[in-house]
C-alpha cells in the first residue's frame, strides 16, 4: 500500500489574503480558515504571477510566468500551452488526480492533466460546451437553464440573496461533489484533489443566511486618496473606468458590496468544514 500523503488543494477566485480574521480583519468571519492558519504554515509573501484570472491559472497550473505561457490578457480561447502541468505530474508520480470547479481553461472539458474533472464554468459555453457539470445537476434536479435566474452579473457587485434551495448553490455543489470524490479514492493510490471555488468572484449570490450573519456587523468603509476627488479628466483610465463599470457610489451601496462579498467568503469556509470532516 503507497504511504504517500494525499494532497488537498482548495483554490478560490478573487479572494486577497488580507480578508481573513487571521489577518487581522473583524469584519469577515473565516473561523476555519483561521484555525488552518493558526495549526499550520502561512505563506504571507506569496503573490499571483498575474492579477488577472486565466492567465493566473495558466501560471498556477503551469509553472510559468505570463511572459512564458503566452497570456497577460484574459486570452478565454487560447489553449494551455504543451508543457507539464501540476495535474499531469501528479498523475505521473502515481496520484490520483481529480479537479472539481472552476478551471477556466479552453476547450473546457481539457482536462490539463487530471483523471476527471466535475467541471462548474459560469455559464460560459465555448467550442461545443452546451452545459458544464453543475449545469446538468440543476437540469437532473429540476432546475434546468435556472442557473443565472439570480439576474446578478459575473463582473458586478450588485447582489441578492440566492433564489433557489441552498444544495443547488454552486458552492455547494462544488463542496458536495469534492466530498464524493474523496469517498470514492482509489486506496492503492494517493490522490491529488484540486477544490476549485467560483466565489467569491461576483455573482453576489449567498444564501440569505450568511448574508443575515453580517447585521450586527460594523462593515469599514474603502480608504481613497483625495487624489480621487480630483477633475475626472485628470483621473488615470483604470479608475475611471472601473468607477463607470461598478455603479456603486453611496456609502449604503457600498456597504451592501461589502456584505454580499463577505457571506461568500464565510459560506466557502463553513463548506471547507465538510471536505475536511
Given amino acids: ?15 486577497p ?23 499550520g504554515i502561512r505563506m504571507e509573501n506569496a503573490y499571483s504571477e498575474c492579477p488577472v484570472c486565466i492567465p493566473a491559472r495558466r501560471s498556477l497550473m503551469t509553472g510559468l510566468s505570463p511572459r512564458h505561457h503566452g497570456d497577460r490578457v484574459y486570452s478565454d480561447r487560447m489553449p494551455m500551452p504543451d508543457v507539464p502541468t501540476m495535474a499531469s505530474v501528479f498523475h505521473d508520480a502515481g ?8 478551471l477556466h481553461v479552453y476547450p473546457q472539458r481539457d482536462r490539463i492533466g487530471f483523471d476527471d474533472v466535475k467541471l462548474h ?27 443565472m435566474s439570480h439576474a446578478m452579473c459575473n463582473n458586478n457587485y450588485l447582489y441578492r440573496p440566492w433564489n433557489l434551495p441552498e444544495e443547488m448553490h454552486p458552492t455547494n455543489w ?55 476627488h480630483n477633475d475626472p479628466d485628470t483621473l488615470p483610465y483604470g479608475y475611471v473606468y472601473y468607477s463607470n463599470l461598478y ?7 457600498k456597504k451592501m458590496a461589502k456584505i454580499g462579498y463577505y457571506a461568500g467568503c464565510t459560506y466557502i469556509d463553513h463548506q471547507i468544514r465538510l471536505v475536511i470532516g
Fill in 17 to 39: 489574503g488580507y480578508l481573513f480574521g487571521h489577518e487581522g480583519r473583524s469584519d469577515v468571519m473565516t473561523p476555519t480558515i483561521d484555525f488552518l492558519a493558526s495549526e
Fill in 121 to 147: 464554468e459560469e455559464g460560459r459555453h465555448k467550442k461545443g460546451m452546451m452545459q458544464d457539470d453543475y449545469e446538468r445537476f440543476l437540469a437532473h434536479n429540476g432546475y434546468s437553464g435556472l442557473e
Fill in 1 to 15: 500500500m503507497d504511504k504517500r500523503k494525499n494532497v488537498l488543494f482548495i483554490c478560490v477566485d478573487e479572494w
Fill in 247 to 253: 455603479p456603486i457610489k453611496t456609502d449604503k451601496q
Fill in 95 to 102: 496520484y490520483q488526480t481529480i479537479a472539481v470547479g472552476k
Fill in 174 to 228: 462544488t463542496t458536495r461533489e469534492m466530498c464524493e470524490m474523496i469517498i470514492r479514492k482509489d486506496p492503492t493510490r494517493p490522490a491529488f484533489w484540486y477544490l476549485s471555488y467560483a466565489a467569491p468572484h461576483p455573482p453576489l449570490v449567498p444564501p440569505k443566511d450568511y448574508i443575515d450573519l453580517y447585521d450586527d456587523v460594523d462593515i469599514s468603509m474603502p480608504v481613497c486618496g483625495e487624489w480621487t
